[in-house]
């Protein structure tokens, strides 16, 4: 059965002064896939600037543009309707690059003895299931413990991090045992922060895993985009002229429709 969503995200980034000639792309308009249905959507930008939408080698749609005077602010700001029904995905093949370690998902001698301690079943979906809880009985969720830059190395060595280090740790394990895996951006049910999870590719079908949560990633999740890692699908990147320090704001609200 299908679930509608509303959806509304909004981020700000402040600048300690201004800067000029600011590049940026943006992955902040969620596709419409097999089992995702994207009913509308608007973005609004400040300062009010025009995009160009493309499509990133990964397929995720991506808004790229550039604010040539000074600002010292910037936002944008998505809010849609989108259909979820896990029951429409279609299978379809898993590019070989999920399958191997990127320098952010290299796994450690650590995390290599960790792997071979664990008694994982044959079966895909269950081998997938039990390192989800093998990586949440292990990792400990503490906000501001880890930065964007963080590798699953550093954080199974921390034992601690967020929904990004999760997803990297899983990864990383995932592909060592054997499974296609890749990284997933996006909103969930509930109002706070951005998410990030997992989809293993099982029986030809990509299937959202959640390792922060322990649970599988259901209708209640909208994907924005995927990648190898974050580095791949970050909500949004950029480059400016100055030396200002930033700061960012961020707030996300998924509520049910009907």
Not at 170 to 184: P, V
Not at 225 to 234: H, K, N, Q, T
């Amino acid at each position: 059965m299908s679930r509608k969503l509303a959806f509304f995200y909004d981020v700000s980034l402040e600048f300690s002064q201004p800067v000029r000639e600011h590049d940026f792309i943006l992955r902040c308009v969620p596709p419409s896939t097999a089992g995702q249905r994207i009913l509308d959507f608007s973005l609004e930008l400040t300062p009010n600037v025009t995009v160009s939408h493309q499509r990133d080698w990964l397929g995720n749609r991506i808004q790229a543009g550039c604010i040539a005077e000074e600002h010292g602010h910037f936002r944008y700001v998505i809010r849609g309707t989108a259909e979820r029904d896990r029951t429409a995905r279609q299978a379809c093949a898993a590019s070989p690059v999920f399958r191997f370690p990127t320098p952010t998902t290299a796994p450690s001698a650590e995390m290599e003895a960790f792997l071979a301690s664990l008694t994982l079943p044959a079966g895909d979906a269950e081998r997938a299931w039990a390192l989800s809880r093998a990586v949440g009985d292990y990792m400990q969720y503490q906000s501001g413990s880890t930065g964007v830059g963080t590798t699953a190395a550093e954080a199974f060595a921390a034992g601690r991090g967020v929904c990004q280090d999760f997803a990297h740790v899983f990864l990383a394990l995932a592909r060592r045992a054997g499974l296609a895996a890749r990284y997933a951006n996006g909103l969930s049910l509930g109002e706070g922060s951005s998410h990030a999870w997992c989809e293993v590719w099982l029986d030809g079908v990509w299937t959202g895993i959640d390792p922060t949560r322990g649970v599988w990633a259901d209708d209640s999740y909208i994907r924005f985009s995927v990648g190898r890692d974050f580095a791949d699908c970050p909500f949004e990147r950029g480059v400016f002229r100055g030396s200002a320090q930033q700061r960012q704001s961020v707030y996300m609200k998924v509520s049910e429709i009907g």
